[in-house]
């Protein structure tokens, strides 16, 4: 690469070309791309109208990751402009729960999303079962604990139960996402 990689424009369009080249229909703007707490400010060293616009001529559409809490907080003008943008999904995480508040969220963002003609993945979620049926933009919800414990929890979770196998399993009830490496991999 002839660009310092990192959360910029030049990496992501790199992985636009990958995800073009190989026919994957997306690719994931992770954390890092918004200021966290407004998801209206977007990094400095991306220009999403560039962006977005070289996504569209490789045939790429983009999935943003958010936090739920700052979603929640912005969701008419946040999906309003990532629809300007030609966003094609969210990926929502860290909501950690399922009590009925939240059950209401993700109907919610699923109901929005929809009128927006995005997809939703929510990250960090509760178990895959029930909602796809009533509502086909959801693709995927997590409820596995995947190889991330290596990384980002090694100190709390030493050591991962059979993440392969808990992704199986789990998705027996419907579809779901493992995070199939780790950050901060130390050396053993």
Same mark, same amino acid.
């Given at each position: 690469?002839?660009?310092?990689?990192?959360?910029?424009?030049?990496?992501?369009?790199?992985?636009?070309?990958?995800?073009?080249?190989? %026919? &994957?229909?997306?690719?994931?703007?992770?954390?890092?791309?918004?200021?966290?707490?407004?998801?209206?400010?977007?990094?400095?060293?991306?220009?999403?109208?560039?962006?977005?616009?070289?996504?569209?001529?490789?045939?790429?559409?983009?999935?943003?990751?958010?936090?739920?809490?700052?979603?929640?907080?912005?969701?008419?003008?946040?999906?309003?402009?990532?629809?300007?943008?030609?966003?094609?999904?969210? %990926?929502?995480?860290?909501?950690?729960?399922?009590?009925? &508040?939240?059950?209401?969220?993700?109907?919610?963002?699923?109901?929005?999303?929809?009128?927006?003609?995005?997809?939703?993945?929510?990250?960090?979620?509760?178990?895959?079962?029930?909602?796809?049926?009533?509502?086909?933009?959801?693709?995927?919800?997590?409820?596995?604990?995947?190889?991330?414990?290596?990384?980002?929890?090694?100190?709390?979770?030493? %050591?991962?139960?059979?993440?392969?196998?808990?992704?199986?399993?789990?998705?027996?009830?419907?579809?779901?996402?493992?995070?199939?490496?780790?950050?901060?991999?130390?050396?053993?």
């Amino acid at each position: 690469m002839d660009f310092p990689a990192g959360i910029n424009t030049k990496t992501y369009e790199y992985y636009i070309d990958f995800a073009s080249k190989y %026919k &994957v229909p997306y690719i994931i703007l992770d954390d890092g791309w918004y200021k966290l707490g407004n998801l209206l400010d977007v990094s400095p060293d991306i220009k999403m109208d560039e962006l977005s616009a070289y996504a569209k001529q490789k045939n790429v559409g983009l999935i943003l990751w958010t936090s739920w809490k700052t979603l929640d907080d912005q969701l008419a003008p946040a999906l309003d402009q990532f629809e300007k943008w030609g966003v094609k999904g969210i %990926k929502v995480d860290f909501m950690q729960r399922s009590d009925q &508040v939240m059950m209401n969220y993700y109907h919610k963002i699923c109901r929005e999303a929809a009128k927006r003609h995005m997809l939703v993945d929510f990250h960090g979620d509760q178990k895959p079962a029930t909602m796809t049926r009533t509502w086909p933009n959801l693709i995927n919800t997590e409820g596995v604990r995947g190889m991330e414990c290596y990384g980002l929890h090694a100190g709390r979770h030493a %050591k991962c139960h059979a993440p392969d196998l808990c992704s199986h399993q789990s998705s027996a009830y419907g579809a779901g996402d493992a995070l199939p490496s780790a950050r901060h991999v130390r050396r053993l």
